[in-house]
C-alpha cells in the first residue's frame, strides 16, 4: 500500500532559523510523483513542488529547496531563514503512475509556526 | 482567470439533510476530484473523474455520490449528512496528460459543518 508520513505534527521556530520538515513514503511503485503542498492561514493549498522518482537532484528555489533520497524514501523540505509569512500547513504527498489516473496520496500534515 | 471554483464556501446542516457542493473549473481539465481534510489525516480522496460521463471511488466514498455531466462541472452530493462528514471539502483539477505528474489546482475549499 501507498503511504505517507510527516512524524512532525507541529513545528515552531524563531524568524530566521531553518526548518526542516520531514517526509517519509511507501510505495511499491517504481515510477512515482512527490509533492509538496503549502496551506496558509487563509486555507488555499498552493502547490511547491514536484519530483519524479527518477529525478534524485536535490533542488533550490529561492529560501526553499528539497532532498529527495530514494534509499531513504524520503523528500524533506528545508526553509532557510524562516519568516512569519512561511507560517502554514505543510502536506507532502505521493502520486501513483497508471496511466493518468492518479491518485493523490497526502500525509497528515506539519503545521509550522514562525514567530518574530 | 478563475480556476476551480467551489460553492458555497460555508455551510451548516442537521443531520439527516442532503445538499450538493458545486465545483467548477474553466481550465477545460479532464480530471477532477473532491477530497476532505480532516485534523490529523491530510487530505483523502473522496471520488474522482476522469472525464464527463466517467467517475470513480477514492480512499472515503461511502456517503457521498458525485456525477460528471460536462467537463467543467463536477458536484458532490452528500445523501443524508452525518456529523463525521463534518469536514473542509477540496475541488481539484488537472489536465488528464499521459505522464500522470501535473500538479492539481485547488479550489479554496468548503467548510461544512453537520449538527
Known amino acids: 500500500a501507498q503511504k505517507v508520513t510527516q512524524a512532525q505534527t507541529e513545528i515552531s521556530v524563531v524568524e530566521k532559523e531553518d526548518v526542516t520538515l520531514d517526509c517519509v513514503y511507501e510505495?511499491?511503485?517504481?515510477?512515482?510523483?512527490l509533492f509538496w503542498y503549502k496551506q496558509p492561514p487563509s486555507g488555499e493549498l498552493v502547490f511547491l513542488i514536484r519530483r519524479n522518482s527518477f529525478d534524485e537532484q536535490n533542488e533550490i528555489s529561492g529560501r526553499y529547496s528539497w532532498n529527495f533520497q530514494k534509499s531513504t524514501s524520503s523528500f524533506n523540505f528545508t526553509i532557510t531563514a524562516s519568516q512569519v509569512v512561511d507560517s502554514a500547513v505543510y502536506f507532502c504527498a505521493l502520486t501513483r503512475f497508471s496511466g493518468g489516473y492518479n491518485k493523490l496520496i497526502f500525509g497528515a500534515g506539519t503545521r509550522l509556526a514562525v514567530h518574530p | 482567470n478563475a480556476g476551480v471554483t467551489q460553492t458555497p464556501k460555508f455551510q451548516v446542516l442537521k443531520t439527516g439533510q442532503s445538499m450538493t457542493l458545486q465545483c467548477a473549473q474553466d481550465?477545460?481539465?479532464?480530471?477532477m476530484s473532491w477530497y476532505r481534510q480532516d485534523p490529523g489525516m491530510g487530505l483523502r480522496l473522496i471520488h474522482y473523474?476522469?472525464?464527463?460521463?466517467?467517475?470513480d471511488q477514492g480512499e472515503v466514498p461511502n456517503g457521498y455520490n458525485v456525477s460528471r455531466s460536462t467537463t467543467e462541472d463536477f458536484p458532490l452530493r452528500l445523501l443524508s449528512a452525518a456529523p463525521s462528514q463534518t469536514s473542509v471539502y477540496f475541488c481539484?483539477?488537472?489536465?488528464?496528460?499521459?505522464?500522470?505528474?501535473?500538479?492539481?489546482?485547488f479550489g479554496d475549499g468548503t467548510r461544512l459543518s453537520i449538527l
Open positions: 510505495t511499491r511503485d517504481t515510477t512515482y510523483y
Open positions: 481539484a483539477s488537472r489536465p488528464l496528460d499521459a505522464d500522470s505528474n501535473q500538479p492539481q489546482h
Open positions: 473523474s476522469v472525464g464527463a460521463g466517467i467517475t
Open positions: 481550465m477545460n481539465h479532464e480530471y
